[in-house]
């Protein structure tokens, strides 16, 4: 059994089937170079899911495998041999069958504070779709339950209206199907399908941005759906004015109707989602212990029930009842770098993969807004939240000038108290590191 397998034979044991099955089932391990694992995956959507979703206890269990500081670097399969071509299937000829996952729906959602507005429009919809928010574009960072939601929509649905054609997808699938569609010329076929359902569900739609024949396409599509009163709803990792290389005829329809942010949790939700977690999973999860786990997790609810299913398996190998006791022990990998001091490095890296950039992007000597504004927060929160003067903060950034690292975090801090949504955003990233 490689490292890998065995990588996937514990991760398989603490995470949901579903997810297993979605993001790590088709993963396979390429070769071994070193300390290096070359593991395919099927996309980069994948490659991306596979990092936020699983990052943390990929890297857990290959320090409990090996006591070599192993590194895993994701390959996209259709890039393995460059002698294999990448082959596209025909598309079919009916909509995609929307498959849901049964644990998400509304009755399972925790509410609080820092969803309350997704989660209402959200049921409005559900239970009056094509009313007053319409398209709903939900937004906020990974593993705060934007798929949560858009699939409780659709469960909903197609519950209380079996004869509405309800499409869920990925944006990444719905532009596969476009391609296939122009490679067989099945074009007049592909826009018949899509513009003629009753509501259109796109989970992260920012995948989008920079296709520019999938933009257009999609263009015409909204525009159908829109006109003839038919309910669309998106999910995104940010607002429509922060996706970049988004055209702004389509920026501008993703908000005619609500946009709703969902933030990081506070601490009572964070505790609530781990009670109604363990009630899912009949286990008895005492109320300091579930404080203790809420109280280690900075903001993302996929790392809450991460480390409740890793403290769940300890306890279950061991034969112990979960108590505090029992919670220090499973997490104490996790707790012995918890009070690791916030870098810049880790904090160009949060900026840039929110704004959908390279890291030397943003450190390059180019004045695009696309790029010069995410410099911008990445310098400001550089100030926040380390102790580095303005010259060490212009010397990460190809050795910028004092004045302008000064005039940058300036301009943040008034676009923070004019722009709420802006402060929110920038809250959504603070909080990763808090």
Known sequence: MNTWTQVLARIEQVVDRSDYENWLAQTKLVSQKGDTLDVA???????????????????????????????????VDGFLNDDLPITIAPPK??????????????????VGNSNQLAYAASKSIAENPSGSFNPLFIYGGAGLGKTHLIQAIGHQLRGSRPKMKVVYMSAESFMTELIASIRFDKMASFRDRYRSVDA????????????????????????ALYEAQKQIVFTSDRPPKEIPTLEERLRSR??????????????????????????????????????????????????????????????????????????????????????????????????????????????????????????????????????????????????????????????IKKMLDSDQQFARTVEMLSKQFR
């Open 93 to 110: 000829e009916e909509l995609p069958t929307a498959t849901f996952n049964p644990r998400y729906r509304f009755e399972t959602f925790v």
């Open 200 to 223: 259109l569900l796109l989970d992260d739609i920012q995948f989008i941005a920079g296709k520019e024949r999938t933009q257009e396409e999609f263009f015409h599509t909204f525009n």
């Open 254 to 411: 993703f908000e005619w109707g609500l946009t709703a942010d969902i933030q990081a949790p506070d601490l009572e939700t964070k505790v609530a989602i781990l009670r109604k977690k363990a009630e899912e999973k009949k286990i008895d999860l005492p109320q300091d212990a579930a404080l203790f786990i809420a109280e280690r997790v900075r903001s993302n609810i996929r790392e809450l029930e991460g480390h409740l299913n890793r403290v769940v398996a300890f306890a279950s190998l061991t034969g112990n009842a979960i108590n505090i006791e029992v919670v220090q022990e499973a997490l104490k990998d996790v707790l012995s770098k918890e009070n690791k001091p916030i870098t810049p490095t880790e904090i160009l890296r949060i900026v840039a993969a929110h704004y959908g950039l390279k890291v030397s992007d943003i450190k390059a000597k180019s004045n695009a807004k696309t790029i010069a504004f995410p410099r911008q927060v990445a310098m400001y929160m550089c100030k926040d939240l380390t102790d580095l003067s303005y010259p060490e903060i212009g010397k990460l950034f190809n050795d910028k000038h004092h004045s302008t690292v000064m005039y940058s975090v300036q301009q």
């Open 41 to 75: 995956v099927p996309s980069q959507r994948a490659v991306d899911e596979i990092r936020e979703r699983f990052g943390t206890q990929i890297r857990g269990f290959l320090n409990e495998i090996s006591r070599e500081r192993l590194q895993v670097h994701f390959v």
